[in-house]
Nanobody
Framework: QVQVAESGGGSVQAGDTLTLSCVAS????????RGWFRRQPGKRREWVAG????????YYDISVKGRFTISRDNAKNAVYLQMNRLKPDDTAVYYC???????????????????WGQGTQVTVST
């Protein structure tokens, strides 16, 4: 059983940088594919970014591409989401999701990930 834990949320001002962490325990030695999602106030959950652990391919939604960056620490089975030039519209609960498989397709569909963290709040003020 894979367990996912996010951390790193907080309250920041527009233009600031925040880095979220996602540690997945229980992954096989091949690792766990990962996805980041968010739920903005009053909206449905949406995909933000994804990592195909086995290939290293990284995918970003157009709304964050160029501002958000995924990185990884293989030894810790950790994935980080560095969020630069944050905007008030980035305010949301951010969720990390993991698959027991090290690969994912386009790594943007909720159904690709069986295990989800509890979420971490990111609030960006003007």
């Amino acid at each position: 059983q894979v367990q996912v834990a996010e951390s790193g949320g907080g309250s920041v001002q527009a233009g600031d940088t925040l880095t979220l962490s996602c540690v997945a325990s229980g992954c096989s030695s091949s690792g766990c594919a990962r996805g980041w999602f968010r739920r903005q106030p009053g909206k449905r959950r949406e995909w933000v970014a994804g990592l195909n652990w086995s290939s290293g391919a990284i995918y970003y939604d157009i709304s964050v591409k160029g501002r958000f960056t995924i990185s990884r620490d293989n030894a810790k089975n950790a994935v980080y989401l560095q969020m630069n030039r944050l905007k008030p519209d980035d305010t949301a609960v951010y969720y990390c999701a993991a698959s027991a498989r090290p690969y994912c397709g386009d790594c943007m569909e909720s159904w690709e990930f069986e295990f989800w963290g509890q979420g971490t709040q990111v609030t960006v003020s003007t």
